[in-house]
């Protein structure tokens, strides 16, 4: 009787024993998965888009590294389960996740890196919206001036969010240089859009104005949305020089012209060129 009761003993302690093993394993699991969260801005979708969009030979390699680090049975487990995590058949671990991200940022050439920025920038990074104005005989390289000191400003302002500070840390991987480099990256691309979108259409909106002999239009504007930046440039035939103000809703005279279909259309091509143009 004795015996029985010291074998169900066992029997219990076993199985208390395994769940808190298998307890322990996923709660190892649910932080690492919580870690890399972090590590990543708060999202891993691009991350992880990234990861099965690598290359054959790029993925082989990166595999190779994950074995020596974390042993062939754990390659083994990630090459013969790589299909069913790319369709989502099966879900990567928090853990495996965690592993094989880490190995990325040192094989990830800059450009890629760049666009694992992007999209963080766009959603915490620095917002404005502002009107430039601009008479029709002022200086458009004076203009663009204008808007870079504005940007800057802007810039100087924003205290990054730990989102995007993490974000920065896991692909720089240590690197000092390579976190600056995508700081600036950033930065010089919105700056550079709003620039030359201004340098490109504020010759064509003041030449439409002084082209009216009928003085039909007396102002006219288009806003540039760069991001979360909005810039209204407003030539104003009553204006002298160029001169930033907050932004606030315009009163329409009665003799302002917002311009012809086909300006509008070529403004729009310019923006949808800039934009394509500094994607890449």
């Known amino acids: 009787m004795a015996r029985r009761t010291s074998s169900r003993s066992y029997g219990r302690s076993y199985y208390d024993s395994s769940r808190s093993i298998g307890l322990e394993r996923a709660l190892e699991h649910i932080e690492a998965a919580r870690r890399?969260?972090?590590e990543l801005g708060g999202t891993d979708k691009d991350v992880k888009a990234y990861f099965f969009a690598l290359p054959p030979r790029q993925m082989e390699s990166l595999l190779d590294a994950?074995?020596?680090?974390?042993?062939?049975s754990a390659r083994d487990y990630a090459t013969a389960t790589l299909r069913k995590w790319r369709s989502g058949e099966v879900q990567m671990s928090g853990l495996v996740a965690e592993r094989l991200f880490n190995l990325l940022p040192p094989r990830m050439p800059l450009t890629e890196k760049y666009k694992l920025t992007e999209g963080l920038w766009e959603h915490f990074g620095p917002t404005?919206?502002?009107r430039l104005r601009i008479g029709?005989?002022?200086?458009?390289g004076e203009a663009v001036e204008a808007v870079r000191a504005h940007f800057d400003t802007v810039i100087l302002h924003h205290k990054?969010?730990?989102q995007l500070e993490q974000r920065f840390n896991w692909l720089a991987a240590g690197d000092v240089e390579v976190k600056?480099?995508?700081l600036n990256y950033l930065r010089d691309r919105e700056r550079s859009l709003l620039s030359e979108g201004t340098r490109i259409q504020l010759p064509v909106m003041i030449e439409h104005i002084k082209a009216d002999a009928a003085k039909l239009t007396s102002r006219m504007s288009q806003t540039l949305k760069i991001g979360k930046h909005e810039l209204e440039l407003l030539v104003d035939g009553n204006a002298n020089g160029v001169r930033l103000e907050d932004w606030s809703p315009l009163v329409q005279p009665r003799t302002t012209?917002?311009?012809?279909?086909g300006f509008w259309i070529v403004v729009g091509l310019i923006v949808l060129y800039l934009i394509s143009k500094y994607s890449h």
Not at 66 to 72: C, D, I, K, P
Not at 136 to 140: I, L, S, Y
């Open 36 to 38: 890399l969260s972090a």
């Open 66 to 72: 994950y074995g020596r680090r974390y042993g062939s």
């Open 128 to 130: 404005s919206k502002k």
């Open 136 to 140: 029709v005989d002022a200086d458009v």
């Open 160 to 162: 990054i969010p730990p």
């Open 180 to 182: 600056q480099q995508l």
């Open 257 to 261: 012209s917002s311009g012809t279909v």
